[in-house]
Structure formats: C-alpha cells, structure tokens
C-alpha cells in the first residue's frame, strides 16, 4: 500500500505531480514543534504566494517566518539556486537580445493586439539589453494613468533590470497616444532616472500598428 506523503507521491508519480506546498514540505523535511510540515509549507507557500514570488525571495527573508530558521532557509535556497542555474543552462541558446522598438513590439503584439481591455505590460532588461523578464502590471478599462511607477520598478528592482520597455494595448485599434499616456510615460522616465533602471521607451499597440513614444520624442 502506497503512503500519502509528498516523498511516496514523488518516487511513485514523479516530482510533477507535486503540488507546491508538497515540494516545499519535502524540502522543509520537518515541522515545528506547534504544527506539522504540511502546515508550516502551507503558510510559507501562502506568504509567498506563487514561484514567481519565490524565485526571488532571498534566505534571509524566508527565516521571517515563523519555524524556518537558518539550516530550512539555507536549504530552500539552495534548491531554488539549483533550478535557476539548470533553467539557466537549458535557455541560454534562447535568449533574445532587443536590438531596436520593432524587435521588442514583434515579442509583445500577438498579445497585446485584440485585447478589450487595456493592458500595461513591461519587458525587463539587463546591462546587454537581453530580455530577463516580462510581467502585465495592469489590466484595467480606459485610463492608463492608474498605472503608479513604483509598481513598475518595484519589479524591475527585483528582477535586478538595468532597463525597461512599456507598452500597452489601445482597444479601440489607434494607437495615438492620450494626455495620459503622456504623462505616465514622463512619471515613468523620471521615477526610473531616480532608481537608476532606464526606460527606453513607452510603445502603444494597437490593431496591427504600433506607435514609439520615444521615436516620436515624447520624452
């Protein structure tokens, strides 16, 4: 008879049927002395709330809760180390460098094009304008303007971005840029001059047509 445990599951059914909290609880290997390790990986999965979250997280922040110290913390790390450094491998003959806005435009339109609601979507790149990350910091109705910088380069921070592409969706298919898109665009230009992450440009897509802030000198 086969034991219901994450370690039985994972020799049984592979490391693909586990959930996260069963992965986390397997690497955690013990609980506290209040509350099991199913539990003590349930409240570190919710604190963290998705891999992506957990992707960056340091050992230091994972001691902040409440039965990891410094051997659980270390560990977790670790692994997390391990899988970046295997993705790492395993990506770096697809790796794509933007040369130039229409490059950058050709990874986000087929996304962007036909969607009804806006969308504020931001590439992330490091010092050799490689793409690292790619995040929707938004979707809302008509009004770019909600979109707040600090959003924006919290993230950009955290992925250790040198520099930034917006973009986002017009739904009605023009994508002359509004007051607004102005604006935010030049909040967005200053707030990155300030963290020292540059926002190379703010692009509008629209339906099978794109428009550059920067090319045309908006800021």
Excluded: W
């Amino acid at each position: 008879m086969i034991k219901n445990g994450p370690r039985e599951k994972l020799m049984v059914y592979g490391a693909s049927a586990l959930s996260l909290e069963e992965l986390v609880a397997i690497l955690l290997e013990t609980g506290s002395k209040t509350e099991s390790v199913s539990m003590l990986a349930s409240r570190f999965v919710m604190q963290f709330r998705d891999t992506e979250e957990i992707h960056y997280a340091s050992a230091n922040e994972f001691q902040t809760i409440n039965g990891i110290g410094a051997a659980k913390a270390s560990k977790l790390a670790a692994a997390i180390e391990f899988g970046k450094r295997v993705y790492q491998e395993q990506s770096a003959a697809n790796i794509v460098t933007i040369k130039n806005p229409l490059q950058a435009v050709q990874i986000v339109q087929p996304e962007l094009s036909f969607l009804q609601q806006e969308h504020f979507h931001c590439l992330f790149l490091n010092t050799k304008n490689q793409l690292i990350h790619r995040e929707t910091i938004f979707v809302g109705g008509l009004n770019i303007s909600i979109v707040h910088p600090r959003e924006v380069f919290r993230i950009a921070l955290k992925v250790s971005a040198a520099s930034i592409i917006c973009f986002h969706n017009h739904p009605s298919g023009d994508p002359t840029p509004s007051k607004e898109d102005i604006s935010i665009t030049k909040r967005l230009e200053e707030s990155g001059k300030i963290v020292g992450v540059s926002m190379l440009d703010h692009i509008i897509i629209g339906r099978n047509k794109h428009l550059s802030l920067k090319e045309e000198s908006y800021f």
